[in-house]
């Protein structure tokens, strides 16, 4: 399984006015229920209660803002690309400019383990980060994370 599996070509978005954590968790949330059968105000509130656990910030500019959903079927995955780097309060006290953001069933604690896994390897693939913020389009971005694998 890839990125691409999770991540519908719909829920990858070029952001042209996000300039804040909370501005980016909101329409995080709108991509992800616009994806999925849950409440857009029910992934916000799963966004917002994790990011008050700790930062979902990895540092070199990328977050992965992630929740259990209670009723949710299978995980669904969403990219949003930023205008400009916002404070996400990351580990390395950089902006965040690209965010990868994923809601699973609120019992999938193994698939959520290895999914945020397979987005923290991609996150780490320079090579890869650089051509998703130099995407022109969002199918670009999507055509790189079906280079992108979760183990199963």
């Not at 968790?25 to 992800?32: G, P, T, V």
Request: proline letters at 4%.
């Amino acid at each position: 399984m890839t990125l691409a599996d999770i991540v519908a070509p719909a829920a990858v978005e070029i952001a042209t006015d996000v300039s804040s954590k909370k501005r980016a968790l909101e329409e995080m949330a709108r991509l992800l229920a616009e994806q999925s059968n849950i409440d857009q105000r029910v992934i916000f509130t799963a966004l917002i209660n994790r990011e008050k656990l700790g930062s979902t910030g990895l540092g070199s500019g990328v977050g992965i803002p992630h929740g259990r959903i209670p009723g949710l079927e299978q995980a669904v995955g969403a990219v949003l690309r930023l205008p400009a780097a916002i404070d996400f309060e990351s580990v390395d006290r950089t902006g965040v400019d690209l965010l990868f953001g994923l809601i699973v069933p609120k019992d999938a604690t193994a698939e959520h383990l290895q999914i945020l896994a397979g987005i923290a390897s991609v996150c780490q693939d320079e090579a890869t980060v650089s051509a998703m913020r130099e995407a022109d389009d969002p199918a670009a971005i999507h055509a790189l994370l079906g280079k992108a694998g979760v183990e199963d």
